[in-house]
């Protein structure tokens, strides 16, 4: 059995998204069955829906930053029940088993996590994601969104939140620590409220100083134009943890220069060219260049709780499901400031 749901999807990579109704299962004894408010727009949804990652299963239906309260719940289900806040975010399942999902590392599964779109379930239908008016998740891998937070500003958390959050925190990001913030977009917004929470001292590298103002006032200490090369030799032997937020490939000689001894570089964004590292930029100063990928459940709860304490949400920008696509255009022009979010009553 199922339920014929609203969504908007991508018939095809060079197609605009449009409305279409999709199939969602009855809820299993553990499966929650969520109302979808809001929808945020990531640029993986873009990349997904455009085939620019070259493994789309079409139609697709994206979104992976949801929010929305609890509609009904299986028989088995513990943790939630209706009319609960709750949130999915990049992923509904995985393997369960291996080290990294006992350790509540899913995203790391090593049999791969089973993404909230463009993935198989363990059904074998394909996922769908939030562009929709609503979904069924597995009650492990859904979370609760604390009343602190309103859904709509809640929403981006579950992709951009959870990824700057995620290395902040596995790197001791805090009090006394120096941290630098690769672009001021959707993850870098984010990521300069976190770690301004914690207590580090935050500065943020763009390339022009046009948001400046924006980044002060979200919690930036410093703001500097990577354009200006003065920048660099300001900045050398400055910062213990650079974010790379960015999906350019970085001029890895200048920024790993601005590591402290034993600093990390981490990216978060995904360039299409291979990264190129001169070996005496790390070797210098025993540095690191690290990656990371969003967070697991229990890592994502605990950030909504985090921003929920100190009022943290995305920048915002609500849109109705008939501007996807203006909205698609104006992030690869980064032309939002800094997050888009559809309101799922207009699918």
Known sequence: MSTTVNAYSAAAADRPLAPTTIERRDPGPHDVVIDIAYAGICHSDIHTARGEWGRTSYPVVPGHEIAGTVAAVGSDVSRYAVGDRVGVGCFVDSCRECDACRQGLEQYCERGMIGTYNAVGRDGLPTQGGYSTAIVVDENYVCGIPDGLALDVAAPLLCAGITLYSPLRHWRAGPGTKVAVVGLGGLGHVGVKIAHAMGAEVTV???????????????????????????????????????????ANLDMAKYLGMLKLDGTLVELGLPERPIEVPAFAVTAARRSLAGSNIGGIAETQEMLDFCAEHGIGAEIEVISADQINEAYERVVASDVRYRFVIDASTF
């Open 205 to 247: 590298l763009s390339q022009s100083l046009k948001k400046m103002e924006d980044g002060l006032r979200l919690g930036a200490d410093h703001y500097f134009a990577t354009s200006d090369p003065d920048t660099f030799r300001a900045l050398r032997k400055n910062f213990d943890l650079i974010l790379n937020t960015v999906s």
